[in-house]
């Protein structure tokens, strides 16, 4: 079971690096912030309010989270050890420093462990200064981003100097990141008290061989707490042993209702890795398919009955976030007669511009799009040309 995880862990990594390295390529205008389902619940409140997207977000991001929202009802904090890549440098992170013996998993025993209610404010802090702010506040200090996008785009100088920092911390202290202070892993963990998912209860039989406990990356004591309901807990199944005299075995447990209330339904190991799958293929399917925009601008409620329209649908170059779309629809857009609506998915770089054939037609809007803006000095009174925005393809 260990071997396919690591399989699929490593295959998910290869292809965040494979995208970091088409986008810096210029092979794809996609980066890793596009599949991101914490950008999804970053901009959550911004769209509620506004019904549309905080910065480079889009519908990917939000289909993502609820994708993955669903698997945290059905298998618990899965995502976290099977799927994220921060997850899985935290989890070789400690292996390593396991070797090298300068780990200290005991740690998690201690009052330090009390710590790890910091992530429920820094989700809180989150959510409400990314609303505030209208903009994705948390990308220099977001490992994700800093370490796999190699996007200079709102890094600060220190940011790198951060991840340097929270990398050598997780050496010392297993998984730093992710139970003291990762807001994405504090929401999962408040979906998680609704899933019936857990694992066997071994406390009232444990003959104390600790092998579970040995195996588990998150340094769980299983014997100490009713470890089947832990926040802590990610389902790696490391813990699962065949040779454990207890057998655990994953359960399918109503939560909260007494142990006594009703019969736990056991179910097959091999359930987790197979859900796990599963949505991930599904959460990217839909949401490549099934796309909503960053944002969308109607300039012509109802178009006349003469009007014949037509679609542009094109990657432009600039149109990296909402605010970018926002200029080059006021700036140009909105100036060109005979145009209806116009769509930004800011994660792809891509515009789709609805638009009355009669009036304008793609060449037009092509050579206006590439053609700049003009300002003017307010002190020198000089006047200059800047070109945010390139038409690079045209489909």
């Not at 990308?139 to 190699?150: A, D, N």
């Not at 202290?173 to 994405?184: R, T």
């Given at each position: 079971m260990q071997y396919l995880r690591h399989f699929l862990q490593t295959v998910i990594l290869i292809i965040v690096v494979s995208l970091t390295y088409r986008n810096a390529s210029g092979l794809t205008k996609c980066t890793v912030e596009t599949f991101c389902p914490a950008g999804g619940l970053e901009g959550l409140p911004f769209y509620f309010a506004n019904k549309s997207f905080l910065c480079a977000t889009s519908g990917i991001n939000l289909i993502l989270l609820i994708v993955f929202l669903i698997l945290t009802l059905l298998v618990a904090r899965a995502f976290c050890s099977w799927i994220c890549p921060i997850g899985t440098v935290c989890e070789l992170m400690k292996k390593i420093s396991d070797k090298l013996g300068i780990s200290r998993k005991k740690i998690w025993d201690s009052p330090f462990r009390h710590l790890s209610i910091l992530k429920y404010f820094v989700l809180i802090a989150v959510l409400y200064f990314s609303y505030k702010a209208t903009d994705l506040?948390?990308?220099?200090?977001?490992?994700?981003?800093?370490?796999?996008?190699?996007?200079t785009h709102e890094v600060m100088w220190w940011s790198k100097w951060l991840m340097v920092s929270l990398i050598s911390l997780t050496m010392i202290?297993?998984?730093?990141?992710?139970?003291?202070?990762?807001?994405?892993?504090?929401?999962?963990?408040?979906?998680?008290?609704f899933s019936p998912f857990a694992l066997s209860d071994i406390s009232s039989n444990c003959d104390n061989c600790s092998k579970c406990a040995e195996n588990c990356p998150q340094s769980i004591d299983l014997k100490k707490s009713d470890f089947s309901r832990t926040s802590d807990c990610t389902t790696c199944l490391s813990c699962i042993n065949k040779q454990c005299p207890n057998h655990i075995k994953p359960e399918i447990k109503i939560p909260f209702l007494p142990k006594t209330a009703l019969k736990a339904i056991h179910i097959p190991t091999s359930v987790v890795p197979v859900l796990v799958i599963v949505f991930f293929s599904i959460g990217v399917g839909i949401s490549l398919n099934f796309q909503l925009p960053t944002i969308r601008i109607d300039y012509v409620k109802t178009p006349d009955s003469t009007c014949k329209i037509n679609t542009m649908n094109a990657i432009v170059k600039g149109v990296r976030c909402r605010g970018m779309a926002n200029t080059l629809s006021s700036e140009m857009i909105s100036k060109i007669p005979g145009i209806l609506s116009m769509e930004a998915y800011a994660g792809e770089q891509r515009v789709i511009i609805s638009f009355d054939s009669n009036k304008t037609d793609i060449e037009k809007i092509t050579n206006i799009i590439n053609s700049g803006t003009e300002s003017t000095d307010k002190k020198t009174g000089k006047k200059s040309r800047k070109y945010p925005f390139k038409v690079e393809k045209v489909e």
């Open positions: 506040i948390f990308r220099p200090f977001c490992p994700y981003y800093v370490i796999f996008s190699w996007q202290v297993p998984f730093f990141w992710c139970k003291i202070l990762c807001p994405f892993g504090a929401f999962l963990i408040l979906i998680r008290k």
